[in-house]
């Protein structure tokens, strides 16, 4: 939209606050296998990025290397608890997004690079949590 276009500066300013925040903590949510809201603020965050990213890469080009490493280090201080997986799997989609397109082919191709998605990215999110045995033990066909 145009108006996301005159003000995109502005815009990104802001995204990468949510996604840095470092202050403190907002309040447990009361199921403790929910994200909070800090969590859910930062899911959606990287939903527009990918959005935007996926529908206007020229316009988000300048903004790309900044935001994938930011989603990146967003991405490995994810814990492996359920609560986490909403944001988790976001982060995923939104790197997995910048592989597949043709143009960000070189952020990803150095094998340390490669190294570090396996081993501190796929590796660690393919384990069974204790939650994932006990909902296959109740419901096997889920």
Known sequence: PEYFEDNIVQWMEQFSIYLTYSGPKPLE???????????????????????????????????????????????????????????????????TLMVSMQSNRSLFSEEATLRQIIENIVVPNVKLRESDEELFADNPSD
Do not use: H
């Open 29 to 95: 949510p009361a199921m403790k296998d929910e994200p909070d809201s800090l969590e859910r603020v930062q899911a959606a965050v990287i939903e527009n990025l990918n959005l935007y990213a996926s529908k206007y890469d020229e316009e988000f080009k300048p903004f790309l290397s900044d935001f994938t490493a930011k989603i990146w280090n967003l991405l490995l201080t994810v814990g492996y608890k359920q609560k986490n997986d909403i944001l988790a799997t976001t982060c995923i989609r939104f790197l």
